[in-house]
């Protein structure tokens, strides 16, 4: 079984810049995650699809993240534009109820924004 | 919303002894606490997890812990190798429209000392 593949692994941009990240879950899994990781913190959720529909992105920052999950496959998440405080890593997940919800993550996105 | 808090942010031992992580969490209605390990430049790996029914799950070294009543739950490594060596996370989450929103405590770097 394949797992969750994302792309780039790293990306460095200058602010102001705008960035996309892809996600491609694993194969049937029906829901998706992204996350943010900070430096030395734990992952912490920004949207979270049911096939393709985002279920919660209570915690995405709407004035300069969108997201999308067309199909209900693959994924991407953009950020325009990109602020220093964005550097972190963007981690991708995915999940299915035949498998207890266990999540699956990526290896993630590293984000330097000179 | 939930909040998780993880102890130690920093353990160190010697090959072959125990090691034990400590988290709390503040939601009573969260029914599903995993454990992750972060190694780096990789996403976090499920290596164990354990739901509000049932207080104790062990599997080989691994051992998790829960304290609904208290709202606490532990990870105990066994015989700790280096390849222990690594960035733990708890997290909790309650199932919401089928597929569990994760809270991450903020991790504790683990350091098998050969």
């Known amino acids: 079984e394949a797992g969750v593949v994302q792309s780039p692994r790293y990306k460095i941009i200058e602010k102001k810049q705008p960035v996309a990240f892809w996600c491609n879950p694993i194969?049937?899994?029906?829901?998706l995650y992204w996350y943010l990781q900070n430096l030395g913190q734990g992952p912490e959720l920004l949207i979270r699809?049911?096939?393709?529909?985002?279920?919660?992105d209570s915690q995405l920052p709407k004035d300069r993240f969108s997201a999308e999950r067309l199909k209900g496959v693959d994924s991407t998440l953009k950020i325009q534009p990109a602020e220093l405080g964005d550097s972190a890593v963007y981690l991708c997940?995915?999940?299915?109820?035949?498998?207890?919800?266990?999540?699956?993550f990526g290896p993630g996105t590293r984000l330097t924004v000179l | 919303g939930e909040n998780v808090e993880q102890h130690p942010s920093t353990l160190s031992v010697q090959e072959g002894d125990s090691a034990v992580i400590k988290c709390t969490y503040s939601?009573?209605?969260?029914?599903?606490f995993p454990w992750y390990k972060q190694e780096l430049g990789k996403g976090p790996q499920l290596i164990i997890d354990?739901?509000?029914?049932?207080g104790e799950k062990k599997d080989q070294r691994i051992a998790v812990t829960l304290n609904k009543t208290a709202k606490h739950f532990s990870l105990h490594i066994t015989e700790t190798q280096p390849e222990d060596s690594a960035v733990y996370f708890c997290?909790?989450?309650?199932?919401?429209?089928?597929?569990?929103?994760?809270?991450f405590g903020k991790g504790t770097k683990l350091t098998v000392n050969p």
């Open positions: 997290a909790a989450s309650m199932t919401q429209g089928g597929s569990e929103k994760l809270v």
């Open positions: 939601d009573s209605a969260s029914n599903y």
């Open positions: 699809y049911e096939n393709e529909e985002a279920v919660d």
């Open positions: 997940a995915s999940s299915s109820r035949d498998r207890d919800n266990e999540q699956f």
């Open positions: 354990i739901r509000s029914n049932v």
């Open positions: 194969s049937g899994h029906n829901t």
